[in-house]
């Protein structure tokens, strides 16, 4: 069974971080680019950061570049978030996903929320 968990969402005060993690089954991890995206109330989904297969390169959006950096541990099948100097802004539900690289294969996790107030 194919499976993406994401785990380490929270409430955290402004200025705070978290690391988020997210954890893959059921397929050949180390094949698919992964990444974070992130919804907030009202908006639509966002793209935050992803790392290709191997984890030669990475993209961060630029409402986070210099604060959030994601990682990816192809032993552990597994992909993480860093979050740093978080504000309100931040606040959503984070989602991991992967997708192959020929693009037919897409999965979704089922997403943690991140609070970031005072």
């Known amino acids: 069974q194919r499976q993406l968990v994401e785990s380490g969402g929270g409430l955290v005060q402004p200025g705070g971080s978290l690391r988020l993690s997210c954890a893959a089954s059921g397929f050949t991890f180390s094949s698919y680019v992964m990444s974070w995206y992130r919804q907030a109330p009202g908006k639509e989904r966002e793209l935050v950061a992803t790392?290709?297969?191997?984890?030669?390169?990475?993209i961060v959006g630029n409402s986070v570049k210099g604060r959030f950096t994601i990682f990816r541990d192809n032993a552990k099948n597994t992909v993480d978030l860093q979050m740093n100097s978080l504000k309100p802004e931040d606040t959503a539900v984070y989602y991991c996903r992967a997708v192959s690289l020929s693009g037919a294969m897409l999965y979704w996790g089922q997403g943690t929320q991140v609070t970031v107030s005072s």
């Open positions: 790392v290709t297969p191997a984890g030669r390169s990475t």
